[in-house]
C-alpha cells in the first residue's frame, strides 16, 4: 500500500463543503493545519491534487469532520499512470495572513468572481478596518486560484514605499532592479504580459496617494489581475469601467453574523444578540472583540452588556482608526467632529451653517466626498435631502479624540494664559445643537469628567479664570469657547 494518497477532484469538493460549514477558507485558516499536525504548505499540496503523506492525507480529511477519507482519496489507474506534463503554477504567499473564521459573503464573491472573469485588471475591495477584505480576499482567492499561472501576495500594512514593493515584485519573478520607478514599473508590467498572474497587494492604506500613479499604470495592457484591498478608495482612478472595478464592503448581515457568534461560544439564540450585531453594524473584527468581554465580565449576557449603553472595541482596531483619523485634513476632522457631536444624520446644507468660518460648498463637498471614499460615513437617503452619519465604531473614537483634544487645549490655556491654543473648543460647540437633554450632554459630560480627574476642586475656578481671558475679545476670535466653558461649569453646579 502506498504511503502518500493525493484527492480525487470529487474528494476535494467534497472537502470543500465540510470545511465550509466550519467557515473554513481553504488554506489560510491556521487551526485545520494545526489540527491535522501538518504546515500551510502541505495543506496547499493538497488542495493542488499532489500526493502528500498518508497519516496527514487522513488528519486533513478528519480536521474538517470527514471520517471516511477512503471517499477522499484519487484510486490510482491499476494498468498505467500517466504523468501528464502540467506545469505547476508559481504560487508565492508567504506574506499571506492567517485567518480564523470566514462566514457568508456568496454575494461578494460571486461578483468578484465574475468580474475577474469578464476580464477586470483592478478589482479594489474597500471597507472601513475590521470589515473582513483580507478574509474576503482569501476567501476569493480560493475559488480562482486555478485561474492563474501565477500568484502573488504582498502585505503592504507595514507601509513600504513604492520603491521597496517594486523591489520585492521584480525580485520575485528574478529580474534585474534598476530602482527607477518609471523602468522598474514597465518591468512588472513585462512579466504581466507574458504570464496571467494574480497579484494582491492587501492593505494599500497609508501610503495610498503616493500610489495613484503606479496603480493607474498597471490598471491596464496586460492578461493578469490586480487585486487591491485597502481602507479607501484611490484616488483619480476610473471606476466602474470594464477594466476596473471597486467593491465597497458592508458589515455581516444578520444570519452570518449570528453564525460567527455562534462559532465563539453564544447559541445564537441570547436576547440583544441581533441588536449587538446592529450596534456593530455587522463588523467581524469588532464582534470578535467583544465577545471575550460579554462573555467573561457580564456571563454572556448580551442584553446585560447593552444596558450599558457603551461601544467596547479592542486596541487593535482603536489604533487603527485612530490613525486613519489623524491622516485626515483639518476640514474632514471637523466635519467628523460635528457629526460625533449631533449623534444623528446630518444634511450637508445644516453641517455648512455650523461651520465657524465660511468655507465653500464646493469644498465641504470635496471633504464629505474624500471621507466616503474612506469608508468613515454613512450616508442616509430619505425623503428628503441626503444626510451623513457616522459609523458606531467611528464614533466613539471621534468622540474620544474630541475629548482628549478638548481637554490638551485647557490644559495648554491654563499653563499659558493664551487663549490662542483654543482650536476644537472655539470652532464647535459641544452641545447637540437644539437638545438639553443627557444625550446632548454627553460629550460635554465627558469632558467635565476627564477635567475633573486633572483638577479635582479647583476645576470651577479653573474656567472662570478662562472666561476672564475672553473680555474684549472679538465674536470671531472667541467662536464657541465661551458656551462650552459656561455648559461646563453649569453641568458643575448640578452635579
Known sequence: MSNSLKASTAGLAIVDKA??????????????????????????RFWQGDRIQREIFIAICQAVGITNWEAIADSPDLHS?????????????????????????????????????????????????GIGKTALTLALIDRIQS???????????????????????????????VHDIQQDTAQLIHHLQQRRCLLILDGLDADLNN?????????RSHQ???????????????????????LSLKGLPKTEALQL???KGFT???????????LYRGNPLALKLVTPLIQSVFAGN????????????????????????EQLGDLEQDILYWLAIWQEPVSFSRLQTHLLISVDPATVLEAIVALERRSLLEKWIGTGEISFSLQPLVMKVVTDELVERAAQEIQQVVQSNDMRHFKILRTHWLLRPGTDDIAGDRILHQLRDYLWRLYGATLPQTLERMLLLLKDQSPLAIGYIACNVAAILKQLRIQ
Open 302 to 325: 448580551v442584553a446585560a452588556f447593552l444596558t450599558q449603553n457603551t461601544l467596547v472595541i479592542g486596541d487593535r482596531l482603536r489604533v487603527i482608526l485612530k490613525q486613519q483619523f
Open 81 to 129: 499512470e500517466i504523468i501528464a506534463d502540467i506545469p505547476t503554477p508559481y504560487l508565492d504567499w508567504n506574506e499571506a495572513p492567517d485567518v480564523e473564521s470566514f462566514y457568508g459573503r456568496n454575494q461578494e464573491l460571486t461578483k468578484l468572481e465574475q468580474w475577474i472573469e469578464s476580464g477586470c485588471k483592478l478589482v479594489m475591495i474597500v471597507g472601513i478596518a
Open 261 to 263: 457568534l455562534q462559532s
Open 268 to 278: 445564537g439564540k441570547e436576547l440583544g444578540l441581533s441588536a449587538l450585531i446592529q
Open 147 to 177: 485561474q492563474f499561472d501565477c500568484l502573488i501576495w504582498k502585505s503592504l500594512h507595514s507601509a513600504p514605499s513604492l520603491n521597496s514593493l517594486l523591489d520585492s515584485l521584480l525580485n520575485t519573478f528574478d529580474r534585474n532592479v
Open 19 to 44: 470545511r465550509l460549514r466550519l467557515g473554513w477558507t481553504k488554506t489560510s485558516t491556521a487551526r485545520w493545519w494545526q489540527d491535522a499536525h501538518t504546515s500551510r504548505a502541505t495543506l496547499r
Open 224 to 246: 493578469s489581475c490586480i487585486l487591491i484591498a485597502s481602507r479607501e478608495q484611490p484616488k483619480a482612478i476610473e471606476i466602474d469601467t470594464k477594466t476596473v472595478r471597486c
Open 211 to 219: 500610489y495613484n500613479q503606479f496603480i493607474q499604470k498597471i490598471s
